[in-house]
């Protein structure tokens, strides 16, 4: 068996142990900067670990970081799961919320699995919709040349990527733009100081409790949305920052 179905394999079932998933592969081109691996020699594919709807999250709860009461129990979670694989598979892994400067991992989603652009800015996925995140990716040795082996169908450039229809342009009424009691959502930019006023103001216990409205109105997905506690988790987090 090629060595990168091997990979794919030890990864899925990895991941699987913390209800997280493996999101698809690319190849690394001149312009991506990407550190060198451990070895020395370049990266030859990177993997993309995300979640889908709220899978992970009795993974989560359940674990340590989440109730030791020190700052930032998902970062740190994610941390610990990507840097223990990458070390068992001679690789690097590579976070979402390090920097700034942060990894371009949008752009990176759009490389490796069916993802696009949306009015929400959050990258959209004709099966999961807005309800996807990214935890880690993990640059490793090899290539994505045999990966087609498993069930994921990398791709090697953005250009590539499969052609599906635009979510947002056939989407009747586009009811995300209107849902936000304070249109944080422009269509074309997401207005940070209007949401998090509004999230302070004492108006915005919707949005605290069962997520933002507007990410809710979206008919994509709807069987992935976040259960309540878990969105109530990012908005928490998300809150406190702004
Ligand atoms: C900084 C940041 C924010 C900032 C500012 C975002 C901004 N637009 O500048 C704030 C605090 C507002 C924010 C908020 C949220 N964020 Co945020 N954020 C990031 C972070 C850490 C860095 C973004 C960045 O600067 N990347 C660097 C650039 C070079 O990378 P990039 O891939 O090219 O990304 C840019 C382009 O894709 C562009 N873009 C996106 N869509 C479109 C569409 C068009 C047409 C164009 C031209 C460009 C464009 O915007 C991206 C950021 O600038 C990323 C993680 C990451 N490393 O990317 C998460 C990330 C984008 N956020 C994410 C999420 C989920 C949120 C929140 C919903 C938080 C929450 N509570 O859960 C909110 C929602 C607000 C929103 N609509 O974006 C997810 C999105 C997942 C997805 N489905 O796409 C990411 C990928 C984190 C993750 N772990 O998965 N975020
Ligand atoms: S509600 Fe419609 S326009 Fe808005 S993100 Fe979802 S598909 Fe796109
Ligand atoms: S969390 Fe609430 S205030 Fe913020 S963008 Fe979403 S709907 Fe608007």
Redesign the pocket.
Do not use: N
């Given at each position: 068996m090629a060595i990168q179905a091997i990979t794919q394999q030890v990864l899925e079932t990895a991941l699987a142990a913390h209800g997280l998933r493996l999101r698809g592969c690319w190849q690394p081109q001149d312009g991506d900067t990407l550190p060198a691996l451990p070895d020395g020699s370049q990266p030859g594919v990177v993997w993309m670990v995300?979640v889908v709807g709220s899978a992970f999250w009795p993974y989560f709860k359940a674990s340590a970081f989440y109730s030791d009461g020190l700052p930032d129990p998902l970062d740190r979670w994610s941390r610990a799961i990507g840097e223990d694989l990458a070390a068992r598979l001679g690789g690097v892994a590579l976070f979402?919320?390090d920097?700034?400067?942060?990894?371009?991992?949008?752009?990176?989603?759009d490389r490796a699995e069916a993802?696009q652009?949306?009015r929400?800015?959050?990258?959209?996925h004709p099966a999961h919709g807005?309800w996807?995140?990214?935890?880690f990716a993990l640059a490793l040795p090899g290539s994505v040349a045999s990966a087609n082996n498993g069930s994921i169908t990398p791709v090697q450039s953005a250009s590539a990527a499969p052609c599906v229809t635009n979510l947002c342009a056939s989407c009747s009424g586009q009811p995300c733009l209107q849902a936000c009691p304070v249109q944080a959502?422009t269509g074309e930019a997401?207005v940070?100081q209007a949401c998090a006023g509004h999230l302070h103001s004492g108006q915005g216990e919707a949005c605290m409790q069962g997520g933002?409205l507007a990410?809710r109105a979206c008919p994509v997905g709807a069987g992935q949305r976040y259960t309540p506690e878990h969105a109530a988790f990012?908005?928490q987090?998300?809150a406190s920052?702004?």
């Open positions: 995300g979402p919320f920097g700034p400067p942060y990894h371009p991992f949008q752009r990176w989603a993802t652009a949306s929400m800015m959050l990258r959209i807005l996807h995140a990214y935890r959502y997401f940070l933002c990410r990012h908005m987090a998300f920052r702004h």
